[in-house]
């Protein structure tokens, strides 16, 4: 099966900031990628497919890259609503499996 | 409004069984891949099961092959996860979610239920 590692675990950061999270998958998963916001209680959102496609109604301050093992999502100027969990996915196979998730708290 | 509404979860023996349910409205069910993803208290996402539109393809995560089944009909716009053989383990919120695939690949998960409880435990 395919490990995907998200590093960092929690990021701590003020709003403003430009916030990148990446995400190592351990074989090649081409560009078969998403990632997705969760906040506490509630269901998980797609924000990204495709490693760098965003989603329908996205903001435009999210954006996504990376092919092959290593992923990045950043966040070019951190909102007060952007705290929240993320995490990647990988869909090369139709095995598919999650990041731990990285925690983007208020500094 | 495209929506997923899951049901059916609650708290259960080891060893005992629970069948969640999904009801779909707001779009063409029967056009879409669907999946279930749970997460157990504290810990990340984990994908669970897929199904292909027409049932004809099913695919699951290696915990839970030989215990779960997922299942769909397409005439009642639902989406169905049988759990057999539970354990402590299986303990999460389970969520269904909508696949879209378009030229033959997938977009990730972009509709998702807001989940139902699952609690094994003696």
């Known amino acids: 099966d395919i490990q995907m590692t998200q590093s960092p675990s929690t990021l701590s950061a003020s709003v403003g900031d430009r916030v990148t999270i990446t995400c190592r998958a351990s074989q090649s998963i081409s560009s078969w990628l998403a990632w997705y916001q969760q906040k506490p209680g509630k269901a998980p959102k797609l924000l990204i497919y495709k490693a760098s496609s965003l989603d329908s109604g996205v903001p435009s301050r999210f954006s996504g890259s990376g092919s092959g093992t290593e992923f990045t999502l950043t966040i070019s100027s951190l909102q007060p609503d952007d705290f929240a969990t993320y995490s990647c996915q990988q869909y090369n196979s139709y095995s598919w499996t999650f990041g731990q998730g990285t925690k983007v708290e208020i500094k | ?122």
């Open chain 2, 1 to 122: 409004e495209v929506q997923l509404v899951e049901s059916g979860g609650g708290l259960v023996q080891p060893g005992g069984s629970l069948r969640l349910s999904c009801a779909a409205s707001g779009f063409t069910f029967s056009s879409y891949w669907m999946s279930w993803v749970r997460q157990a208290p504290g810990k990340g996402l984990e994908w669970v099961a897929n199904i292909k539109q027409d049932g004809s393809e099913k695919y699951y995560v290696d915990s839970v092959k030989g215990r779960f089944t997922i299942s769909r009909d397409n005439a009642k716009n639902s989406l169905y996860l049988q759990m057999n053989s539970l354990r402590a383990e299986d303990t999460a919120v389970y969520y269904c979610a909508r696949v879209p695939r378009r030229a033959s690949i997938f977009h990730g998960m972009d509709v998702w239920g807001q989940g139902t409880t699952v609690t094994v435990s003696s």
